[in-house]
Every structure is written in C-alpha cells, then in structure tokens.
C-alpha cells in the first residue's frame, strides 16, 4: 500500500484515539476533533507535496491559543501535545498497520513531526516572551503610578503641614515676648522645648517639600561662585557642638582644588554637605573620627567623606540614595539630628544625592559592610564639574532668558 492510502486508512481511528487521548469532556473533545482533522489533512498535504510547512498555520495557531492563566502557570504545551501525538501515531501503527506498512507511514510522518516541533518550541517560546514582557510592562506602570503617587502625596502633605507651622511659629514668638516680659523662666523654658519642636518639624517639612522638588525635576539652583573650603568650613561650625558632644574629631583637610572658584548654588551644596556629614557623626560611635578630603580629578573635583562608623552593606549601598531608604526599625527612630544611629526620615541622602545631580555631579559611596562591632567605616565620594566658566543658568538669569532644565 503506499502512503497516501496508507494515511486514508488511519484518519478515522487517528482521529479518534488521539481525541480520546487527550481531551477530556464530550464538548472539548469535540472541538478538539475538529483541529485534529485539520492537523490530519494539512499532514497528508505535507507528505504528498514533500513540504512539511503545510502544517505551519494550525501550528502557530495552536502556540498562540494559550489563555493568560496558561502561560502564567506555565501550562499547556504544544510539544508535548504534539510528541504524544506521535507516540499514539507509532501504537496506531503497530497495531492496526502491517510491519511494511507501519514502516512506512512512520518514515512520512516523522519529517513532518519534526518540523511542528521545532516550529511550536519557537512560537511557543515566542509567545511566552511576549506574554512576559507584557506582564513587565504592567508591572512597571504600576510602579510608576504607585511612584507618583508617593511623590504627590509628599509634595501635598508638606505644602499643608507648611501653613499651620508658620502659625504656629508666629504664636511662639508671640508667647516668647510676651514671657520675657514676664520674666517666668518656667515658660520661658517650655516654650523653648516648643521651640525646638517646631524647628524639628519645620526641617523635615522643608526636606520633603525639598523631595517632591527634586522628584518632578524642579530643583532650581542659584549659580553663584563658591569655594569649597568655605563650604566645609561653615558646615565645621554648624556641626561642632555635635561632634564635642559624641567625643568626634572631624578632621577636614586642606586638599588640591578645596579653595578653587566652582560655580554652584552655596546653599544647597551646603546642605548636601551637611546631610552626608551629619550621618557620617549619626553613623560612627562617640569617639569617632570624621575624615574630609579630595582630590583634582580631569573637569572634576572629587570631595570624600570617611567615618569610621558602622558603614553599609553592599546591598543598602544603593538603597539609601532613595528616598525614605532608610534602614532599620522605623520605630527606633530618635529625633536626634546627630545622636548615635538616631534615624530620621531617609531622605537626607536622596537630597544629597538630587542637589550634586542637579549641579551634574554624582554621588556614592564605598564601604565594606555593616558591622556594629567592627565598624568598617563609610566613605561617600561627591563629585562636582569644575565649571570654569558660569553655567546657562546663571547667564539666564542675569539677562532674563529662560534656560530648560535639560541645559543645568
Ligand atoms: P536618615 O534620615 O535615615 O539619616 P538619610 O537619607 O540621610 O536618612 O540616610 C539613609 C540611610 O543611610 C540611613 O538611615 C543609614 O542607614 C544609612 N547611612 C547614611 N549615612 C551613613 C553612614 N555614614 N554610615 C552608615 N550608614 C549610613
């Protein structure tokens, strides 16, 4: 007999074994009918014309069936569909077939298995990777929304946390007057716990409203000429008291380019100093040691600042640049600025970090690991353009054009 009419004797029991094989359920076993005729013509087409790409449509058609709970469950295969397929191919042959027969038949059909195998592992592979990357981009869609939400809900609260604190502040000094006058030292020194309070709460109001600018891109520098070494200098004042009171020596060296004219805004560069050298007091033991140096590097001056505090996994080392990337128990948190791991808020290092990238700057930091006993110490590194001559924004400013951010 030869094949086609070899093919013409099986269609019907094929058919039907491979339907009963695997389907379960009259209605699907039905509908699976229908394909499995398909597939059995498109096969002897196949065969008769020597062309295995006949059945090419049904099996992509196939590969692109699965429903979205299949592939998330990593469900339903077409090549183990279609190798079981063969499998009952080979037992129909054995048994209903002559051995010449069966031979070949197999000899036929095998080529074109091979080819929908090969061609379902790809569409199949294919479809998942598009499924995949679906599912991502979802993923990252919610991120985003979820990211602006978070960043809305900062730069709302703190605009409305803003006014009740100005009101509150002009009540204090109101109610200081009117105590001084009073001479009662008792209230004086109530008011000045009040005091304190509202200087706490007005800092971080101001951070996050600083957070939210910084997020929707909005930070706006105010180019001026600054040195460096007045910079560290005024920060060393500022940060004295802190570092007699936790036993510190901060030792800021004289280094190449630390007196050399920069073009930066002052006070906001001051601020990025003053957060990372206010945690390197926070995150080192009392009797700690607080290093800035910095060196000339082509277009750049690098400024370090090393302590020989707890430092900071190498997982964190990215972490803490994101807001609220604090780490540790958020109930332990001391209000203290510079109090041994008095944690705040987490977002004194992403200021640090969208002020020294607002000047085209960067940021990061090297440290072996956190260790509370050891103490390996940090090292942040902060580098700035040596702009020699003043940025757009300044020239904008001076003759009243506008400058896009894109041009800082
Ligand atoms: P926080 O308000 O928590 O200090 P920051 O943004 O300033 O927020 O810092 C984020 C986190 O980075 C801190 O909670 C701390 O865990 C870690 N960190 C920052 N500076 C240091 C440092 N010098 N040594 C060790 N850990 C540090």
Known sequence: MNVPDILNEIRLPWIRRVANSLARGAGVRENFQEQLERFFDLMVQAIETGDPAWVDPIIHDWSNAPTQSDLRDGEKNISAVLNRMLMLTFELAR??????????????????????????????????????????????????????SKSNFISVAAHELRTPLTLIEGYTSMMREISVNGQSSQLNLLIEGVNSGIWRLRSIVDDMIDVSLIDNNLLSLNFQPV?????????????????????????????????????????????????IM??????????????????????????????????????DQETIFAKFGQLGNASLH???????????????????????????????????????????????????????????????????????SDQK
């Not at 059909?109 to 592992?121: D, G, H, I, Q, S």
């Not at 499924?131 to 990252?140: A, D, P, R, V, Y």
């Not at 995150?283 to 020989?308: C, H, N, Q, S």
Request: with cysteine; net charge negative.
């Open 95 to 148: 048994e209903d077939l002559t051995e010449q027969n069966a031979m070949e038949l197999m000899g036929a059909v095998l080529p074109v298995f091979t080819f929908a195998l090969e061609k379902a592992a790809r569409y199949e592979m294919e479809t998942h990777v598009a499924f995949i990357s679906k599912e991502l981009s979802g993923i990252q869609k919610k991120l985003e929304r979820l990211d602006r």
């Open 227 to 275: 040195w460096l070494n007045q910079i560290l200098g005024l920060i060393r004042n500022e940060l004295k008291d802190s570092i007699a009171n936790r036993r510190q020596v901060l030792d800021i060296h004289t280094f190449p380019g630390c007196d050399q004219m920069l073009f930066g805004d002052p006070e906001r560069l001051y601020q990025a100093f003053r957060n």
């Open 278 to 315: 206010s945690n390197a007091i926070k995150y080192t033991p009392d009797g700690g040691k607080i290093t800035v140096d910095g060196r000339m590097l082509p277009g750049f001056e690098e400024v370090t600042i090393a302590d020989t505090g707890i430092g900071i996994s190498a997982e």
């Open 334 to 404: 001391s209000s203290g600025k510079t109090k041994f791991k008095g944690g705040g808020p987490g977002l004194g290092l992403p200021i640090a970090k969208g002020i020294v990238e607002a000047h085209k700057g960067a940021i990061w930091v090297e440290s072996d690991g956190n260790d509370e006993k050891s103490c390996p110490g940090s090292i942040f590194h902060v580098l700035l353009p040596l702009r020699t001559e003043p940025p757009n924004e300044m020239i904008a400013k001076l003759f009243g054009a506008e400058v896009k």
